[in-house]
């Protein structure tokens, strides 16, 4: 029995993380971490989770529920998951990483890690979303460089980064199967006179609204014509539904740094 332990124990991930597990064979929560000083420390995990009692309490301490645990599922803050990559190396132990907003240099840092520990670290943990990244990887080579890339994002309003971890990706899996420079081409607002849309960029637009869950659409337009292909996440489930896969996944790999497309064989 795999036992993990989850950051971010009540957060509107963390709690439907520990919900969807309870569901799931093979793997059961044995530690829920919250940060120092939140209210619901000592609390039973089940509550914010809309589960009965699970006997496993919210606790600030890290490192004595790793011990406890063999694999962490944390979603969090960049700056929160640095810290518990760390720990997971310390204590040997795999990560699943949900986290969204890194830097390159955060990035680097949790791979630095992975010599010791395996980690998947993914912006989107949905099997749709996935799925997408290899469609339009296809679509972009098949249309090249005639038809106009556009992304266009939307969050709830509580989100913190922008643009979302998805849809960074998204412009990232674009921007090498049509052989651009993210750096160079992407384009993430518009305002006033700025004359004629270059032929290569890619431009990435955000909507924070209510309580969206998360949706991304890809434009490819051309003359007379465009495609345009759409990933809605009606519920967090999808998410944390493909955290618990990945927890499962990663338990049994050897040390280095994967991503969802391993854990789901698309690649
Ligand atoms: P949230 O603010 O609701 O939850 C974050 C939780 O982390 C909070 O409960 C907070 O108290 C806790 N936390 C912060 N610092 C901590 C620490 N040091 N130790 C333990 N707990 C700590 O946010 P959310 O909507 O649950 O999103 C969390 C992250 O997951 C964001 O980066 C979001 O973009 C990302 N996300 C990823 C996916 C995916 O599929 N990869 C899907 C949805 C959201």
Redesign the pocket.
């Known amino acids: 029995m795999i036992k993990a332990v989850v950051?971010?124990a009540?957060?509107?991930?963390?709690a439907r993380i520990i919900n969807v597990l309870s569901g799931v064979e093979g793997i059961s929560l044995s530690g829920a971490?919250?940060?120092k000083g939140?209210p619901l420390v000592g609390q039973d995990a089940g509550g914010p989770a809309g589960l009965p009692p699970t006997g496993v309490m919210i606790t600030d301490d890290l490192d004595a529920a790793l011990a406890a645990g063999s694999v962490l599922i944390d979603?969090?803050?960049p700056e929160?998951t640095l810290?518990h990559a760390r720990v997971c190396a310390d204590h040997h132990r795999p990560i699943v990483v949900?986290?969204?907003?890194f830097s390159k240099e955060e990035v680097a840092q949790v791979k630095k890690y992975t010599d010791k520990i395996s980690c998947v670290l993914?912006?989107?943990?949905?099997i749709g979303v996935n799925l997408s990244f290899k469609i339009l990887a296809e679509v972009a080579q098949a249309l090249g460089d005639d038809y106009d890339v556009e992304i266009v994002e939307a969050h709830h309003r509580m989100?913190k980064?922008a643009p979302s971890?998805t849809a960074m990706k998204m412009a990232q899996v674009l921007s090498t199967a049509l052989n651009r420079n993210l750096d160079e081409v992407g384009v993430f607002a518009r305002k006033g006179i700025i004359g004629e849309r270059s032929r290569k960029e890619i431009g990435v637009q955000t909507v924070r609204a209510g309580d969206i869950v998360?949706e991304h659409t890809v434009y490819f337009a051309g003359k007379g014509e465009r495609i345009e292909i759409t990933h809605r996440a009606h519920s967090?489930d999808t998410?944390a539904a493909?955290a618990v896969r990945a927890a499962l996944w990663v338990s049994a790999k050897k040390s280095g740094m994967y991503d969802m497309q391993d854990v789901l064989g698309l690649k």
């Open positions: 950051t971010g009540t957060g509107r991930m963390g971490v919250e940060k939140h979603f969090t803050s929160a810290e949900g986290t969204t907003g993914a912006p989107n943990m949905s989100k980064d971890g998360g967090r998410f493909g």
